[in-house]
């Protein structure tokens, strides 16, 4: 997978709950990675709803292929679960993959993805694995990577980089185990591990491991206990490892990976990272060999469908596109999988394992960037300077000045980390490694650097924020709710402690941890507690060196919408600040606090309540400290307008995303002609919503109005320029879309539109095709339509809504007369936009012809306009493009591959001749006869028919 690009898939429980949570996910995903390919989607829930949306699904895209070119549009994809996911993924998850994880009740994603997926990550080494109960959505989301960043220029094999490179700091691993060839597990669902990962970006996501736990899924309690690995664990493995000769190679590899796990955790435990780490490495390479082959994919991937085939839950209607047999075409197959990967060599893509050649080329980086790296292998770095760390190059390895004010004393290798032994005494690894891998990896260097205080190169601190820092690389966000739950142990994560604690530390020594973890935790690292730019200048001090470069997500996102909707608008997922569209929705509008609630998006969340701790409940209780910390988890809380409380998250974000249109500038000059239709619409709407101090009482501006006309005049046009001048949101939908895509969900539809519309005013509200929408009613017609029609004529006619907001309708059609009469009243102001004139003609051609070399004059300009006279504005657009071609044409087709772009000839009237022969008016004269005849009734122009009602009702009544 190419640099930067980065696939998010996402365990979504598709909930009304918990569907804003993970939506937000997505979205701050998408907006933190902007070569984001694939968000991938997974519902499992509901399995008739998410069966239906399958089908639906499938309805539009037939194929796992076509699927798979969904994906690749980035276009989120929704699927029915790990069936599909296999589709899809093929059985490995691509190098750089983010998985987004939640359990659901029964452990599906546990039992399956996990084990046939996840476990594979610990080869891929650089999946990033999220998990979390977490209910307080903002404070998980701050969690999330900061963008990634192309270090290309650093480093000259971008593979390596993006391999190197980490997506996350916290981690939240629930690995599946397989209790039956396991005794140590009998009696559990799965590993539950806490990890921190350096952002120096080891190559094994689970290098600096935290904490093991292991959790049983009892319906939806989750039982989480501290670890314990037993002296014999080598026998246990002895007895995996003969186990596993005799399964089928898919199994075989499951077991083998559980045992390389337990050994890596086994010896970490007992021997310190370090070392755990080289035997890690080691294993990884010889494991990865094996499952990166092609052969071994495919075994996953059936291993996996043999799995979803006997899930229960699976409904009936949905079968996986992917046989038993593997996918239909392996090599097709697999290059989509492969993403990117240029080896396309029977061994597989092996982007996910290192080759010597990129092992090669980071090792003399290593050496290059980072002379200190051997010394640091070498435990020879007694201290570590934090304000030294620098943004930089990765892997930076800051030996210290031993005397300088901020240095972090030398801890001395406690009992957890004891100081590396030979490991060949332990009987747990035949040789010491003894390749390059296991030092050119920076599995050593990586994971030695906090046994052994060689600070990685990370998001760096003070010294005075160390304190809070080192006890606090998770916290409050993800950790904190951990870290009640999970009770101690979490002196680990503090240099300054001393020894490791026994799980049910006692109440002071829980408190000492809250205290000096602070109570941003993790956000604390993310800078939002003692990292923000506040938080420095109140402490008089200055942020570290580096510091100016760390940006927390949030805040990256922030600068990014500023940048790209300027300080007015932009969306932003919860800000408060007045100057952003906030998700919150008070952006560019009025802010009201008192429409405000405070609201957690996911704070019902199903997630959580299937993550009760008995621990957590124990150790916060009886002294109120969770009380504490849900004050402060409500006061981080997403602030939610009001307006939107009562509609479903997914439907909002779908607003966002589809309908919400932040497009680009258009100003009257861009549309020719229609003079009177753009003197009355400035008058009637911009103006007013310029300033609507002044247009109050009888001068307040009609809720909505009309364009009609022939197509390709310039309607949509003119909704566009309406919000962009008037500085509005602008949404557009086509009412087609609102009854057939979203069917049996129209009015909710509308309602949620209206509702996001107030929220983000002043909006523009542009609906094309309106009479689908708000065609006459009648005795036939469905009941859904129906719905939807009386929804959006209460909408339109402001029941419920505020007479201050600025909300603005504009219905398009080509079809006036179809119009209900209810709606007809509503649209007050009903403009007809007729056929470009030939002023209008001739300046649509000069203006479409202002970016193209052409030898026209004025009068052959003249001349053309005169000669389309019935062409509408998209025809004339049409005619223009067309014409463009001519002087391509006339090239042979010898020539079209080497000239060069400037040699191409200028376009000319001979062109446009050719080119009126072949483009001709959209538009009948019949067709407009009836446009004419209904303006002349019901438009708003000047020209319009009065009907004498007196005289003409008493002739009408005597035929
Ligand atoms: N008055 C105009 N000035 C400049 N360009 C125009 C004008 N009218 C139409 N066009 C061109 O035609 C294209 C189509 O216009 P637009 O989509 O606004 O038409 P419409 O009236 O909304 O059509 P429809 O009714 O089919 O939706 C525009 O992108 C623009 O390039």
Redesign the pocket.
């Known amino acids: 997978m190419p640099l930067g690009q980065v696939t998010c898939w996402t365990g979504l429980t598709l909930e009304p709950t918990t569907y804003d949570f993970w939506s937000l996910v997505v979205a701050r995903l998408r907006t933190n990675f902007p070569n984001c390919r694939n968000v991938i989607s997974a519902l499992t829930v509901e399995p008739t709803w998410s069966c239906d949306y399958v089908r639906y699904q499938q309805h539009s895209h037939p194929s796992p292929a076509a699927w798979k070119r969904f994906c690749g549009r980035s276009i989120e994809l929704i699927a029915s679960g790990i069936p599909s996911l296999d589709t899809v993924l093929g059985g490995g998850l691509p190098l750089g993959s983010i998985v987004l994880l939640t359990e659901d009740e029964l452990g599906t994603y546990s039992d399956m993805f996990l084990k046939t997926y996840l476990a594979q990550g610990l080869v891929h080494g650089d999946t990033v694995f999220l998990a979390t109960p977490e209910t307080n959505v903002k404070a998980f989301c701050e969690c999330l990577p900061a963008p990634m960043e192309s270090h290309a220029d650093e480093l000259a094999d971008p593979k390596i980089v993006s391999r190197c490179y980490q997506l996350s700091d916290i981690v939240f691993g629930l690995v599946a185990i397989d209790s039956t060839s396991n005794p140590l597990y009998s009696e559990y669902t799965g590993l539950f591990q806490l990890h921190k990962i350096s952002p120096v970006n080891s190559l094994t996501p689970l290098a600096e491991v935290s904490d093991d736990w292991a959790f049983k899924l009892i319906k939806k309690r989750l039982l989480i206990e501290r670890l314990t690995l037993p002296p014999e664990l080598d026998t246990v493995l002895r007895k995996l490892s003969s186990d596993a000769s005799s399964l089928p190679p898919n199994l075989a590899l499951n077991t083998e990976r559980a045992n390389i796990l337990l050994k890596y955790r086994y010896t970490a435990k007992r021997k310190g990272d370090w070392l755990a780490s080289e035997i890690l490495g080691n294993q990884l390479r010889e494991y990865g060999n094996r499952v990166d082959d092609r052969q071994s994919i495919n075994n996953f991937a059936s291993a996996t469908l043999e799995l979803a085939c006997k899930l229960r839950k699976d409904c009936k209607g949905w079968k996986s596109g992917l046989p038993l047999s593997g996918p239909p075409n392996l090599q097709e197959f697999l290059k989509n999988v492969d993403s990117g990967c240029a080896n396309t060599s029977e061994q597989g893509c092996t982007a996910a394992v290192p080759s010597s050649h990129e092992l090669h080329n980071f090792k003399l980086f290593m050496s290059r960037s980072n002379p200190e790296t051997q010394k640091a292998q070498n435990h020879e770095l007694p201290l570590v300077e934090s304000s030294r760390i620098q943004a930089g190059p990765l892997f930076r390895i800051t030996p210290l000045a031993p005397h300088t004010a901020n240095r972090i004393p030398y801890r001395q290798p406690s009992s957890h980390h004891p100081p590396p032994t030979d490991l060949k005494q332990t009987g747990f690894i035949a040789k010491k490694p003894s390749s390059s891998f296991g030092h050119d990896r920076d599995f050593s260097s990586n994971q030695s650097t906090v046994t052994n205080n060689v600070v990685p190169h990370r998001k760096p601190f003070s010294s005075h924020e160390s304190n809070s820092i080192k006890t606090s690389n998770f916290g409050s966000s993800v950790g904190g709710i951990y870290s009640s739950r999970v009770g101690g142990r979490f002196k680990k994560w503090g240099n300054n402690e001393k020894e490791e604690e026994p799980v049910q530390s006692s109440e002071d020594d829980f408190s000492r941890r809250e205290s000096s973890r602070g109570r941003g935790g993790f956000r604390g690292y993310g800078g939002r507690n003692q990292f923000d730019g506040s938080s420095f200048e109140e402490k008089h001090e200055q942020p570290p060196i580096g510091m100016a470069a760390f940006k927390t997500a949030r805040e990256q996102l922030k600068i990014e919408n500023q940048k790209k909707y300027g300080n007015s608008h932009g969306p932003s997922f919860g800000g408060n600040n007045h100057s952003e569209t906030s998700y919150g929705g008070y952006g560019n509008g009025k802010y009201d606090p008192a429409r405000t609630i405070k609201k957690s998006l996911g704070g019902k969340g199903v997630v959580n309540s299937k993550f009760v701790s008995p621990l957590i409940s124990n150790n916060t209780s009886s002294d109120g400290r969770q009380q504490e910390r849900q004050t402060s988890n409500s006061q981080e809380n997403e602030e939610i307008d009001e307006r939107l409380k009562n509609i479903e998250p997914r439907m909002i974000e779908l607003i966002k995303n589809e309908i919400m249109d932040c497009g680009s500038k258009i100003t009257w000059d861009?549309?020719?002609?229609?003079h009177f239709a753009k003197t009355t619409i400035q008058e009637i709407v911009v103006w007013p919503m310029l300033r609507p101090d002044i247009f109050t009482g009888l001068r307040r501006p009609p809720k909505g109005i009309l364009?009609f006309?022939?197509?390709?005049?310039?309607?949509?046009?003119?909704g566009k320029c309406i919000a962009s001048q008037s500085g509005s949101t602008f949404f557009s939908i086509s009412a087609s879309s609102l009854t057939s895509k979203w069917i049996g969900e129209g009015e909710k539809m509308v309602r949620a539109l209206f509702a996001v519309a107030r929220v983000h005013q002043p909006a523009v509200v542009f609906i094309?095709?309106i009479d689908s929408l708000l065609s006459q009613r009648s005795e036939s017609e469905h009941e859904s339509s129906r719905r939807i029609k009386t929804e959006f004529l209460v909408q339109l006619d402001g029941a419920g809504t505020d007479e201050e907001d600025r909300l603005l309708v504009i219905g398009?059609?080509?079809r006036p007369q179809e119009l209900d009469e209810a709606a007809r009243r509503r649209l007050v102001k009903r403009l007809y936009?007729p056929l470009?004139d030939l002023e209008?003609r001739k300046?649509?051609v000069q203006?479409l012809m202002k970016c193209e070399r052409n030898e026209l004059n004025p009068q052959e300009i003249d001349e053309l306009a005169k000669s389309s006279d019935g062409f509408?504005?998209?025809d004339?657009?049409h005619l223009c493009q067309e014409a463009c071609l001519g002087p391509i044409r006339s090239l042979g087709p010898s020539q079209i591959s080497s000239i060069a772009a400037h040699q191409v000839r200028p376009v000319n009237m001979s062109d446009f001749t050719s080119a009126l022969k072949r483009v001709h008016p959209s538009v009948g004269p019949d067709d407009l006869h009836q446009y004419v005849t209904w303006n002349k009734t019901y438009g708003s122009g000047p020209n319009t028919f009065r009907f004498r009602y007196s005289k003409d009702l008493k002739n009408y009544s005597s035929v």
């Open positions: 861009d549309i020719a002609g229609l364009l006309g022939p197509p390709g005049t310039g309607k949509t046009l003119i094309d095709e398009a059609t080509n936009i470009p209008a300046e649509m203006q509408s504005g998209a004339m657009k």
